[in-house]
């Protein structure tokens, strides 16, 4: 497969530091394709993975694959024990790490986050005490960014659905914002042959306006001396350099330099970060980091506090979680959400203020006394490791994910909810009824293959 650049894009990037025509035209000529996936650390301990041992040299869970296998056929993937992702976007922990202190608490925002590869990342990198806020403006893309965070299990994050402009009401918030911004996509176009035809220079300046436009939107949210990390696949200059010359000129805004090793290839340009797929082991990239430096002090509103669960929720509550007392209950839908003591507060204002669409753990509702878990739970990292649980294997793990009825299962005499796993790691629950068992895995998530 030979693919076409168009030649506007090529004429372009001349002059641009590190481009080089040749081996361009050449890498997107032999269009070699490059799989990566970054691993849970959270949920890696109970998983022997053999997959891979070539690193990706800037992350420090990810890693290259010899050749793409079928995921979705892998229970593993569903289980959350890693992410497939591009392996020039995984610098955003690079990014993070040299610019932040991120074993303190972080307020953080990823702006434009489905389907969740920053996130995912983002969680693995931030400590358990920060808040993560993941929002996607678009509504569908919501759902799969939210399956990918349930899936991750970590408790510390919001989902959020929201215009970045409604971010305004949190001024001076956030330690970081993350603008992974919507583009013209050109680093993409060695896997999505489809990206060319929509390539147009118009496009990509419309691209840049609306870059503009959602940083001038989301920035009040940052606070004065936050790290503002922006990245785009686009290799125009126009969606790149012009914008950290803008963010200079027209924000106040200061670029930080990331070292680099030199090994890795990547070459810096104006204070970005550029990823030329000719040079580094992945797809086109770029990315740079800013320091803000003025802005409102955060403070909070007044806020109507949630009603908390009762007593009586809480004790059945509690039995399911591995650290109970860190955590507390609330009644953020018509199910109960575990939420992390010291996040309260803050899961309380952008619940008032956003169109939430997670948070925490979703535990389930209480009937007679009784959970009736959810989905999310059995995902969860803090899940109780002492419940009832049945071992799958391979092709039982894929028929419970196919949310198939007739599974066949030794249980020992188990009734009740019990978690489904394979290799260790929860796949989700089934209920074991007397003469049968009851696949609970949600119907919208189901293997179709
Ligand atoms: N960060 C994601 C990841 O790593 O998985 C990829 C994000 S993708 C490059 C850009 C996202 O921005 C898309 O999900 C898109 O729906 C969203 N988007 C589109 N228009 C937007 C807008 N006007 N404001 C904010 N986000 C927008």
């Not at 959400?337 to 389930?364: C, H, N, W």
């Not at 009825?405 to 020992?412: A, S």
Request: glycine letters at 6%; proline letters at 5%; aromatic letters at 10%.
């Amino acid at each position: 497969m030979v693919l076409k650049l168009p030649p506007a894009l090529i004429q372009s990037l001349e002059g641009i530091k590190g481009f080089d025509k040749e081996a361009f035209v050449a890498v997107h000529e032999k269009a070699e394709a490059i799989t990566s996936i970054r691993y849970n650390p959270s949920k890696l301990s109970t998983v022997n993975y053999q997959l891979s041992t070539e690193h990706v040299p800037w992350s420090n869970n990810g890693y290259y694959l010899p050749e793409r296998p079928s995921f979705t056929l892998d229970p593993l993937f569903h289980a959350g024990t890693y992410y497939v992702q591009e392996a020039s976007s995984m610098f955003l922990e690079e990014a993070m790490r040299q610019t932040l202190d991120v074993s303190k608490p972080l307020r953080v925002l990823d702006l434009c986050a489905a389907p969740g590869g920053k996130s995912t990342l983002l969680q693995s990198i931030i400590s358990s005490d920060s808040l993560l806020v993941s929002n996607e403006v678009i509504q569908s893309r919501a759902s799969v960014l939210r399956e990918n965070i349930i899936k991750w299990g970590s408790a510390n994050v919001v989902v959020t659905n929201n215009d970045p402009k409604d971010f305004q009401q949190l001024q001076g918030f956030f330690d970081v914002i993350v603008a992974d911004a919507p583009c013209s996509g050109s680093g993409l176009f060695r896997r999505d042959e489809e990206a060319i035809a929509e390539w147009s220079e118009h496009n990509v300046q419309l691209c840049s306006q609306r870059q503009q436009r959602i940083l001038v939107d989301v920035l009040p949210a940052l606070k004065e001396d936050g790290i503002l990390i922006y990245s785009t696949c686009s290799f125009s200059i126009d969606e790149d350099e012009k914008i950290i010359n803008w963010l200079i000129n027209d924000c106040q805004l200061s670029t930080i330099n990331c070292q680099l090793k030199e090994e890795w290839g990547i070459v810096e340009s104006n204070g970005g970060y550029r990823f030329w797929p000719d040079k580094i082991k992945g797809e086109g990239f770029f990315i740079a980091c800013f320091k803000k430096n003025d802005g409102m002090e955060f403070s909070y509103p007044r806020m109507r506090a949630f009603n908390k669960a009762t007593k009586q929720e809480t004790a059945v509550l509690s039995r399911y979680l591995d650290n109970p007392q860190q955590f507390e209950f609330l009644p953020l839908t018509d199910n109960l959400f575990a939420v992390p003591v010291e996040l309260v507060q803050d899961v309380t204002l952008l619940k008032s203020l956003l169109r939430i669409r997670y948070a925490g753990i979703e535990m389930g509702t209480i009937n007679k006394h009784e959970l009736i878990p959810e989905h999310a739970l059995a995902l969860s990292v803090h899940i109780n490791k002492t419940l009832p649980s049945a071992q799958l294997n391979k092709e039982q793990a894929l028929q419970y994910l196919r949310k198939q009825d007739n599974l066949q299962l030794e249980l020992n005499g188990m009734k009740g909810w019990c978690l489904m796993q394979y290799e260790g790691v929860n796949l989700g629950w089934a209920k074991l009824l007397p003469n049968r068992i009851n696949n609970y895995y949600p119907k919208e998530w189901r293997i179709l293959k």
